[in-house]
């Protein structure tokens, strides 16, 4: 390599090639002090010479504004220069050019124009950007064939980055035959390239045994390796293992400690996590307030959980005074987002009229949304207002339905009311010994109304034999709770 006298002395004997070496030099400060605007000059004088990689680089410094206002137009002007000479790197900054629309008129179809040029040449940068262009829709038409074919090309070029996506591809099998074995090598290809990512997906190959045996002490370790490298999703993810146990012991104060530091670099999961952690006392000081800083937090980056668990601070009175009103409004952004149990708690608000007017064709309509899910609370809920004909025509076969799905769940609300329904025939025939099943069910955990119910059973041999032992022994569970109908029974057997 020449010495800054000898390209100064080159450069000054008009020399291109020394000139955009020289210009290097000054952009870098390699050997000597930055500066741009003596870049700036050299780079002019060899791209007026033709010298495209000097006008390429005088584009950039135009572009970024280095030595010289920023000016898109003259950007654009020396790396159409470059492009039209056959650069490769002008191609593709040009392309760049007509997808930001910087100093000409924002044009996808001349910018793939451009790319492609640049990337059927070799130059990696454009095989991995059109890669990422056909995989996520932006610019062409989405063609996850084509994604794969040129980040395909970007990898085999040696870009680690485009290695990570092409083992992506075979994960879902995006424009390639599934292969969790060939998604495996193809991450750890990445990692070996030095592509922190890999790290973490590596982590999850092993958690979940894809392209490899399960195990998640290994998964662990890559996660570690990769929270170390200061990945939030890493350091959240190693968080929840410390918390639940998961591929290493069980340890309240580490998971808090990763939890932190994925929280404080903006993870939305982990500030959630972290609020849960001060609220519950868990690795940490129970700290109420600190919970609900936290959950606001994690909220403005709209994560449901923190949106739920917020309405619950406020509904209960956790780390804040307790407001129905500003609870409803947080349930529902989490509803609207989809959360099953904030669904159910919007209607539970209107059911009850918490925080907003009684409304029963509201609480129908977020107990559906939630019951659609799965969720047993709002399946029985939505059964009470069917059995009652509140905000709907009554329909004792539909709450009949809606109470047995809420049952097999193991909700013993649900489970009481379905045997009550089949004991007086509501919406189905009367069947005495279901009844004493469900009543039973919901007995055994605890529930008084069933209790008593079951007691009545006994007391009159309705599906069990009549037993005047059996029939106290459950009158005296549900008198024990504060049932004053059991509580009479108990005394007339008593007599």
């Not at 085999?156 to 599934?178: F, I, Q, T």
Request: proline letters at 1%.
């Amino acid at each position: 390599m020449s010495t800054i006298k000898e390209l100064k002395k080159l450069a000054e004997a008009e020399n291109a090639e020394a000139q955009n070496e020289l210009g290097c030099v000054y952009r870098d400060g390699d050997g000597t002090r930055r500066n741009y605007p003596n870049a700036l000059t050299q780079f002019t004088k060899a791209a007026q010479k033709g010298h495209t990689k000097a006008q390429v680089n005088l584009g950039y410094l135009y572009h970024e504004g280095l030595g010289t206002p920023i000016d898109f137009n003259q950007a654009v002007y020396w790396y159409r220069k470059a492009a039209q000479a056959g650069s490769s790197m002008g191609q593709y900054n040009l392309a760049m050019s007509y997808t930001h629309g910087e100093g000409v008129k924002r044009n996808s179809r001349v910018a793939l124009s451009w790319i492609i040029k640049a990337a059927e040449v070799g130059f990696v940068h454009a095989q991995s950007e059109l890669g990422g262009w056909y995989f996520k829709g932006e610019n062409v038409a989405l063609d996850y064939k084509l994604s794969t074919y040129w980040y395909r090309k970007a990898a085999n070029n040696g870009d680690a980055a485009s290695e990570l996506c092409v083992g992506y591809a075979y994960l879902y099998g995006l424009g390639v035959r599934k292969s969790y074995k060939k998604c495996f090598e193809w991450y750890l290809k990445s990692d070996s390239s030095g592509y922190e990512p890999a790290k973490y997906n590596l982590a999850l190959c092993y958690e979940y045994g894809t392209g490899v045996k399960k195990n998640l002490r290994t998964a662990v370790k890559w996660l570690k390796k990769s929270a170390d490298a200061g990945m939030d999703r890493a350091q959240y993810r190693l968080g929840y293992a410390y918390a639940e146990g998961k591929g290493v012991r069980k340890d309240l104060t580490r998971a808090f400690t990763w939890y932190r530091q994925a929280a404080l670099q903006g993870n939305s999961a982990a500030q959630c996590a972290l609020a849960n952690a001060y609220l519950q006392g868990k690795g940490i000081s129970r700290n109420k307030k600190t919970a609900v800083r936290w959950y606001i937090k994690s909220t403005l980056q709209s994560c449901s959980d923190a949106q739920y668990n917020l309405a619950q601070c406020y509904y209960y009175g956790d780390g804040v005074t307790e407001d129905e009103r500003t609870a409803h409004r947080w349930y529902l952004k989490a509803a609207k987002a989809g959360d099953a149990d904030a669904q159910y708690a919007v209607g539970r608000s209107y059911y009850w009229g918490e925080g907003v007017k009684k409304d029963y064709r509201l609480a129908k309509k977020w107990f559906e949304k939630a019951a659609q899910s799965g969720d047993s609370k709002s399946q029985y809920r939505l059964a009470c207002l069917y059995a009652d004909g509140d905000g709907v025509k009554e329909d004792l076969k539909k709450a009949f339905m809606l109470f047995k799905q809420s049952a097999e769940q193991g909700n013993e609300d649900a489970q009481c009311s379905l045997g009550y329904a089949l004991h007086e025939g509501e919406g189905t025939q009367k069947n005495f010994k279901h009844a004493v099943y469900w009543y039973r069910k919901a007995a055994h955990v605890g529930d008084g109304t069933a209790q008593s119910n079951l007691g009545e059973c006994y007391r009159d041999g309705e599906g069990v034999p009549k037993s005047k032992r059996w029939a106290k022994y459950w009158f005296e569970k549900a008198a024990a709770q504060g049932d004053k109908g059991a509580a009479k029974e108990l005394k007339k057997l008593s007599e």
